[in-house]
């Protein structure tokens, strides 16, 4: 079949398998220059003492998590284990872009050599962290390595969470607190600029949103690894969070968005205190990274009028990042730096603790130069004075669109990827 984008409200409800695949090759061959140097992954494991071995990433198939995990696998030959809940294709109907990133990514990582096991399921269940186990147990077994995971990374972006002891069921909503929000932001498809409005959430509506996107499934999959005898001396463990620039914190950093993050934030102070008392010698910290397009952008108020005139401004000072730039250097230049890879308190962290990726976006002259641009975008310069079709392009791409090098016109099996 012929599979063409199909965008609704600003959703893309569908998936193009090569497009998928070759996206994944793309950020795989970053991570092999970036972080590799260039070697094979078995290779690079040596270069660098204190890289992980074993890695579990919960969330693996999109965004930053499957960037993580290509990174850790790729870039310094670790051992994976990852964990999402994708709708798998059918003969008739392609299925969601994790679907066919997880198919190329165990495909890639087979032909390397590299040990690795995806698990597809709800990650919130405590069935899913069983299984979790029991796949680590069992990888470490057949590549002989042992069964001791020293970095988790929990990349988990769902609208629902089903709470395992009781069965409740939260779902989260993007709203402001306190007050009704109102702004300007960009139609992603036809550019046209609208105001877009949201009302203030309700208590139960705030306590949903952090119950989903907080930091609490993040201390339950640590306490179910460490109860495992899992976790490795030395363990490290991230979650992932955005701050960005004051226009923005109605909707994002002060409103429920926000509030679940304080709680991820909580939630990593809490395991800290876990591997203290255990003098294990590991560590959890929240990374801040920069604004990028994701699977959701399109429809968070403000957010693509801003990140659309973000992509203009640090494009032309050479800034810009995507996904995977982002956690190369997250990993080379923070997490696995020289001297941090040994020993965690030297890995760089701001005043609250934080691992900061987002210092390029947050420069001061990069700040202002995304504030005068806004002042000067209209409906008729929309095109050129912000990077809208940059915006596009990347939401496209997150989906299988709109990669250089797929053939669009050609006939695809959506259940095989090439």
Known sequence: MLI????????????HPAGCAQSVRNQIARAVKDLAGGTSPQEAAKAVPGTPKLA??????????LASRICAAFGYGAATVGVSFEKPASASKPGTPGFYNNLTFDAEAARAALPFITLDGDAFSGEMKERAIA????????????????????????????????????????????????????????????????????????????????????????????????LAAG??????????????????????????????????????????????????????????????????????????????????????????EQIVRLYRDRLYAPGAAVDPALVPVDGEGRIRVDDREMREDVQRAVLEQMDKVSGENVDSATDIAGFRHDFLEAHGFDVAGVDYGRDVDPLIIV
């Not at 579990?56 to 998590?65: A, D, F, M, R, V």
């Not at 470490?140 to 042992?146: D, L």
């Open 4 to 15: 063409k984008p199909m965008i609704r409200n600003n959703i893309c409800i569908n998936s």
């Open 56 to 65: 579990l990433i919960i969330g693996c198939s999109t965004g930053y998590g």
């Open 135 to 230: 796949a680590v147990r069992d990888m470490a077994k057949a590549a002989g390595i042992p069964a001791e995971i020293d970095l988790i990374i929990y990349s988990l972006a769902s609208p629902v969470r089903t709470d395992p002891r009781d069965g409740t069921v939260y779902r989260s909503v993007i709203k402001p607190i306190g007050q009704p929000y109102s702004g300007k932001t960009i139609d992603m498809m036809s550019g046209a600029i609208i105001t877009v409005s949201a009302e203030p959430a309700s208590p139960e509506e705030i306590a949903h949103t952090i119950k989903v996107m907080g930091g609490e499934d993040w201390e339950l999959w640590i306490d179910a690894l460490d109860k495992a005898g899992l």
């Open 235 to 324: 363990a490290r463990t991230l979650a992932y969070t955005y701050i960005g620039p004051e226009l923005s914190w109605a909707i994002y950093k002060n409103g429920t968005i926000g509030r679940a993050k304080e709680d991820l934030e909580r939630a990593a102070r809490a395991i800290n205190r876990r591997f203290s008392e255990k003098a294990s010698g590991g560590g959890a910290w929240v990374s801040v990274n920069k604004a990028l397009v994701t699977r959701a952008s399109a429809v968070i108020p403000i957010i693509p009028f801003y990140v659309s005139t973000l992509f203009k401004v640090m494009k032309e000072r050479g800034l810009h990042e995507g996904c995977i």
